[in-house]
T-cell receptor
């Protein structure tokens, strides 16, 4: 079975540019999570969706960050405009709730973002 | 708020057992997880335990949970050089709520 698929794997761009990260969750999972990993702060939740609906976006750093989930098989995380302090590894994870057999969160390989 | 604490480093000799410890503060945590991250790679789910369990064993991995002390441990038997990685402890309330992670324990295996 395919796991969580993220693209691109690496992104290097100049500050001020728009960055779009993509995620395809595991088929049948209806919860999707975006996390960010940095050396200073470790792994932090940015936002998560249940059944394509955003539930908690309190971890989104600023209005420059936005996330969408237009359907059950796709989500995007957008940064506009990007800044050097946004450089990090961004992970997407998906799971299904307890009622469906308690699938734990499975992670994609991450997008390594560098803003110059 | 919720917090998960881990020691940052652990060094063991190849063939010995490794024990990585974790403490958490949220008594309502229902699921506790161990993830492994190798350099430059993503997070690999190793194992998880429900809060109504005390122990779970999976091949070389043994997870022990002490709910009273809010203490979780991961024991790796016969540690190999391929086990060198960062190990993250995480807790959550249910299958569709976010994970709260510790800072990770860097395991170094000396040949």
């Amino acid at each position: 079975d395919a796991g969580v698929i993220q693209s691109p794997r690496h992104e290097v761009t100049e500050m001020g540019q728009e960055v779009t990260l993509r995620c395809k969750p595991i088929s049948g999972h209806n919860s999707l999570f975006w996390y960010r990993q940095t050396m200073m702060r470790g792994l932090e939740l940015l936002i998560y969706f249940n059944n394509n609906v955003p539930i908690d976006d309190s971890g989104m750093p600023e209005d420059r960050f936005s996330a969408k989930m237009p359907n059950a098989s796709f989500s995007t995380l957008k940064i506009q405009p990007s800044e050097p302090r946004d450089s990090a590894v961004y992970f997407c994870a998906s799971s299904s709730p307890l009622a469906r057999g308690n699938q734990p969160q499975h992670f994609g390989d991450g997008t390594r973002l560098s803003i110059l | 708020g919720e917090d998960v604490e881990q020691s940052l480093f652990l060094s063991v000799r190849e063939g010995d057992s490794s024990v990585i410890n974790c403490t958490y503060t949220d008594s309502s945590s229902t699921y506790l997880y161990w993830y492994k991250q190798e350099p430059g790679a993503g997070l690999q789910l190793l194992t998880y335990i429900f809060s109504n369990m005390d122990m779970k064993q999976d091949q070389r991995l043994t997870v022990l949970l002490n709910k009273k002390d809010k203490h979780l441990s991961l024991r790796i038997a016969d540690t190999q050089t391929g086990d060198s990685a960062i190990y993250f402890c995480a807790e959550t309330l249910s299958g569709n709520t976010p994970l709260v992670f510790g800072k990770g324990t860097r395991l170094s295996v000396i040949a």
